[in-house]
């Protein structure tokens, strides 16, 4: 069984508190802190001292990856402690500068999000309200990030074995620590992540949800017996959680399939024929969901992609 002792931290976001997991072993790390806030910082501080454990004494912060109610909290750790941060190489990048990170999304999803058919005006909005939140990860200096790759272990007082899930974020990793997987947000007990669209890789945007998918199927080949999520509780069988999360996504697929079938739409058109009553703060996770199914059936040849300021989903 692993040992550990897990913290709930507030976050300002709608999915609620992060999982913080304190690893004790010949140091303390913190796995996901949280968020840069000061009910986040107040709780990391007062739940450690319930363990008899100051944030002097954290020598490693472990990123599953870098979303900021996962990460941000960690360089005023690393101010008062000194403490190395840990973290996927293609996650390093955004936590050295997430405000610049956020600002080459922003440019590059206007002009996405309106080639997929969503008005102007709305995706203003939507490029605009990640903007709020960007001082809720400071920048971490690059001489306290550790750089890891898939299959590296790293020892953070214990051994930790990295283990990449692309899909929901750039640099997605989880980490395995005997027969328990510490995930992040790759499998949530209570939810099922999304894939969010990602900016290029060599010139190509990643096709999130497809890699999300194979991920999940890697993850159910690890045969681990407990997996442990950055929200809610512990995943106790993670087979079946695996398999729920492909049947929900296999089954999504085929309605947005459908829909295409009926009358060739944009991506919009489909967000908002699936989610009629989807508020704006989730339009970027409801487009990203149903570009990530297209681009699954458009790879599959079941649809095609037309279009040139505005694109349209066509049934093959």
Known sequence: MVEHRRISVPTPFQV????????EGDSVALVDPGPDTEDAYAT????????DIEVEDVDHVVVT????????VAELI????????HADEAAVSILEDYDAYYHREKRYFKILLEEMGMPSQKVNVVVELPGAYTMLGPPIPSRALEPHEDGDTIDVGVELTCIETPGHAPGSTSYRRKDALYTGDHLLEEITPNPTMQLPEDGERPRTLALYLESMKELRDLDVELCHPGH????????????????HHESRKQKLHQMVEEQPKTAYELMQEMWPEIPATEYFFGMSEVIGHMDILEADGDVELRGDEVKTYHSS
């Open 78 to 85: 690393r101010e008062r402690s000194g403490c190395t941060v």
């Open 232 to 247: 809610g509780p512990v995943v106790d069988d993670p087979e079946e959680r695996i398999q729920y999360t492909l049947d």
């Open 44 to 51: 990391l501080e007062n739940e450690l001292s319930d363990m």
């Open 65 to 72: 990856h870098p979303h900021l109610d996962h990460f941000g």
């Open 16 to 23: 609620g508190d992060v999982n913080c997991y304190v690893l």
